[in-house]
Nanobody, 121 residues
Framework: QVQLQESGPGLVKPSQTLSLTCTVS??????????WAWIRQSPGKGLEWMGA???????YYSPSLRSRTSVARDTSKNHITLQLRSVAPEDTAVYYC?????????????WGQGTQVTVSS
């Protein structure tokens, strides 16, 4: 059973960088044919796919967030990281990591529980 757990600060100030970690257990992030994605949900809005990293370390980003987003991994720790730069109040959301079966097709089979991030001074 694959499990994902997000962690990071719950409060970030405007213009700062949001940094989150997704720790994966029960499966390797280098396993074939999977992607590891970050998704968020802002208050009153739907899910927004932000970016993903493949088992080989290739990264993929939402065009609307590409300039501010970095997804990386640490294979020794079996975790995925997200950095979102220059945050603003509209970046307030619940942030999820998930295992993506088919890139770009909203096909996820495992999710973390999500972590609330509020952007406020």
């Amino acid at each position: 059973q694959v499990q994902l757990q997000e962690s990071g600060p719950g409060l970030v100030k405007p213009s700062q960088t949001l940094s989150l970690t997704c720790t994966v257990s029960g499966g390797s992030i280098t396993a074939s044919n999977y992607y590891w994605a970050w998704i968020r949900q802002s208050p009153g809005k739907g899910l927004e796919w932000m970016g993903a990293i493949s088992q080989t370390g290739s990264t993929y980003y939402s065009p609307s967030l590409r300039s501010r987003t970095s997804v990386a991994r640490d294979t020794s720790k079996n975790h995925i990281t997200l950095q979102l730069r220059s945050v603003a109040p509209e970046d307030t959301a619940v942030y999820y990591c998930a295992r993506e079966i088919v890139l770009g097709m909203s096909a996820f089979d495992y999710w973390g529980q999500g972590t609330q991030v509020t952007v406020s001074s």
